[in-house]
């Protein structure tokens, strides 16, 4: 954890302006709390009522972002990431960055491979009718892309994709792999230098 | 990034050729190269330590053999 915190902005979903928020370089033990104190309730009510009328629920609400942490405390090869706003934590991202490129054109080079990423259960539109906070996954992939840049990765990132994230995916211009048998079959996404370069531009 | 400290580092000849043509093959500067080997010779050895074992499998899949790491 380098504690670098820089300012990005986030977009207020009621509004469509533009909000200023925090990008910590390191998931420190505030927003574990903040995660354990504020997501769990509301993603425990948004899951009750989504049980209730039989809509899919996200395919991280089982994640355990303590753990998690735990599980790479020390280790070199992780990074953590949180974005804040409004003294909430609205989202989280765990990368590794001892991953190699799968895609022909960069095979065995190594990549920001992203481990996790998740938004506040109340950005996310799968659990609520109206998400307060857009924009928190574009942010987290530009930490990606810039810390894969400052360790000389030029930019490739790489990831596996819950299915109800592979829009999201395909719209910042990832190269689908397809699915991963070693993954549970998800599908597996890359990012080119070139790629990068597009998306920055966006 | 946190701040960086610099050392010198003394290598023998057939071990800087070694890094340069892996600094080539990678698309990495040097330095770029031994702090990855860094992080991979740590995660390894905190996961040995904690009890795990690394296997290297042939490419046919026909062999499977545990790499001893120090």
Same mark, same amino acid.
């Given at each position: 954890?380098?504690?670098?915190?820089?300012?990005?902005?986030?977009?207020?979903?009621?509004?469509?302006?533009?909000?200023?928020?925090?990008?910590?370089?390191?998931?420190?033990? %505030?927003?574990?709390?903040? @995660?354990?104190?504020?997501? &769990?309730?509301?993603?425990?009510?948004?899951? *009750?009522?989504?049980?209730?009328?039989?809509?899919?629920?996200? *395919?991280?609400?089982?994640?355990?972002?303590?753990?998690?942490?735990?599980?790479?405390?020390?280790?070199? $090869?992780?990074?953590?990431? %949180?974005?804040?706003?409004?003294?909430?934590? *609205?989202?989280? &991202?765990? @990368?590794?960055?001892?991953? +190699? /490129?799968?895609?022909?054109? *960069?095979?065995?080079?190594?990549?920001?491979?992203?481990?996790?990423?998740?938004?506040? +259960?109340?950005?996310?539109?799968?659990?609520? =009718?109206?998400?307060?906070?857009?924009?928190?996954?574009?942010? =987290?992939?530009?930490?990606?892309?810039?810390?894969?840049?400052?360790?000389?990765? $030029?930019?490739?990132?790489?990831?596996?994709?819950?299915?109800?994230?592979?829009?999201?995916?395909?719209? /910042?211009?990832?190269?689908?792999?397809?699915?991963?048998?070693?993954?549970?079959?998800?599908?597996?996404?890359?990012?080119? +230098?070139?790629?990068?370069? $597009?998306?920055?531009?966006? | 990034?946190?701040?960086?400290?610099?050392?010198?580092?003394?290598?023998?000849?057939?071990?800087?050729?070694?890094?340069?043509?892996?600094?080539?093959?990678?698309?990495?500067?040097?330095?770029?190269?031994?702090?990855?080997?860094?992080? !991979?010779?740590?995660?390894?050895?905190?996961?040995?330590?904690?009890?795990?074992? !690394?296997?290297?499998?042939?490419?046919?899949?026909?062999?499977?053999?545990?790499?001893?790491?120090?």
């Amino acid at each position: 954890m380098n504690g670098d915190i820089s300012k990005v902005w986030l977009v207020d979903k009621k509004t469509g302006g533009l909000v200023e928020a925090s990008l910590y370089d390191g998931i420190t033990e %505030a927003h574990l709390k903040d @995660v354990e104190k504020s997501w &769990m309730p509301k993603l425990r009510s948004e899951l *009750q009522r989504l049980r209730a009328t039989g809509r899919p629920h996200p *395919q991280s609400s089982h994640w355990n972002w303590r753990d998690k942490v735990e599980h790479m405390r020390g280790l070199l $090869a992780y990074r953590g990431f %949180a974005v804040v706003h409004e003294g909430h934590t *609205q989202g989280l &991202m765990l @990368v590794k960055t001892t991953h +190699p /490129c799968r895609l022909p054109i *960069q095979r065995g080079k190594p990549l920001v491979y992203v481990d996790y990423l998740e938004t506040a +259960p109340w950005n996310q539109r799968e659990l609520v =009718m109206q998400p307060q906070f857009g924009g928190i996954g574009l942010v =987290m992939l530009a930490a990606a892309i810039t810390l894969s840049r400052e360790e000389g990765f $030029a930019g490739r990132i790489g990831l596996h994709s819950l299915p109800q994230a592979v829009k999201f995916y395909e719209n /910042c211009g990832m190269t689908n792999l397809g699915s991963d048998p070693s993954k549970q079959g998800l599908p597996y996404f890359e990012m080119t +230098p070139e790629q990068v370069a $597009a998306f920055l531009e966006k | 990034m946190g701040g960086k400290k610099t050392m010198t580092l003394n290598l023998t000849e057939p071990e800087m050729k070694v890094l340069e043509e892996l600094s080539l093959k990678k698309d990495l500067s040097k330095t770029a190269v031994i702090r990855q080997a860094l992080r !991979l010779y740590q995660l390894v050895d905190v996961r040995l330590t904690e009890g795990g074992k !690394l296997f290297i499998e042939s490419a046919d899949k026909n062999e499977k053999a545990e790499l001893m790491v120090l």
